[in-house]
Structure formats: structure tokens, C-alpha cells
């Protein structure tokens, strides 16, 4: 049987209730290989407090966004993440601080409002370059 009619959203507020209410945020891209890197769940699961156990990307790129064991734990494999997710659940003291770690570091580096207001100021200053390198041609 077809179980669509079974799943609802949640609402925003039910959604961020569910995530303050979760320990471990597990993290998963689907794709064929391991070629994206930071989607939406890798900022918002240590927004929120919780742990997060994440694939591995191309070339290890996820270590650039949160550092390996200090801020988040990534896996190789299912079974991996699932002896993971077991270890972290039976050591809440090493789970609490690598949450933490991750939850300060999105508050320092990943804020939404500095990260466009850095990309505005990058488009208008490269913006002033090209107009002065065309002035400068045109000389």
C-alpha cells in the first residue's frame, strides 16, 4: 500500500521544537558519489544543538565547513554512522561538547545575515574594479 497520505509537513515551529528536542542530527547528501558537500541539514542540525554525524564529501571538502571530532562527526559507510550514532548516544558528554563546538562555530562563521552582507560588499567592490579597469582602458 501507498503510505503518501501519511506523511504531513511540519510547521516551522513544530519543525524547530522536533530539533531542539533531538540529540544527534544525522546527515546524509544522496548523491551517486561523494561529490556535494554543505547542504541545508549541515547548518541548521548544529544550529540547533544537535550533534551532527554527516557522510564524507569529495576530497574530504566537509572538514573545511566544521572540523572532524571537534565540531562534527562524519562517517564512511552505514554501519560506521550507526556505530557512531551508538557511541555518542552512551558518551553524552563527549556528544554535548562536539555539539557545542559545532553549534559555536555556525554562531561565528555561518550566520546568514554576514555571509550576505560579505557577498554584497564582495559584488560592489567587484563592481568599482571592473568600472575603474574599464576607465583605465579607455585611457
Known amino acids: 500500500s501507498v503510505y ?16 531542539y528536542d533531538t540529540k544527534i542530527g544525522f546527515n546524509m547528501h544522496v548523491s551517486e558519489y561523494p561529490a556535494e558537500t554543505g547542504n541545508m541539514r549541515m547548518y541548521e542540525t548544529p544550529a540547533h544543538g544537535m550533534l551532527q554525524i ?13 572540523v572532524p571530532d571537534k565540531e562534527a562527526i562524519y562517517y564512511d559507510d552505514l554501519p560506521d554512522a550507526i556505530d557512531k550514532i551508538e557511541y555518542y548516544l552512551a558518551h553524552d558528554d563527549e556528544r554535548v561538547e562536539i555539539a557545542y563546538a559545532g553549534y559555536e562555530r555556525v554562531r561565528r562563521d555561518y550566520q546568514w545575515e554576514d555571509n550576505l552582507l560579505s557577498f554584497l560588499n564582495w559584488a560592489i567592490a ?11 582602458c579607455a585611457s
Do not use: H, P
Open 4 to 19: 503518501w497520505g501519511r506523511v504531513t509537513s511540519l510547521t516551522a515551529e513544530e519543525r524547530t521544537s522536533i530539533y
Open 54 to 66: 554527516c557522510d564524507k564529501a569529495a576530497s574530504n571538502a566537509q572538514e573545511l565547513i566544521f
Open 126 to 136: 567587484l563592481k568599482k574594479r571592473m568600472y575603474l579597469s574599464s576607465q583605465k
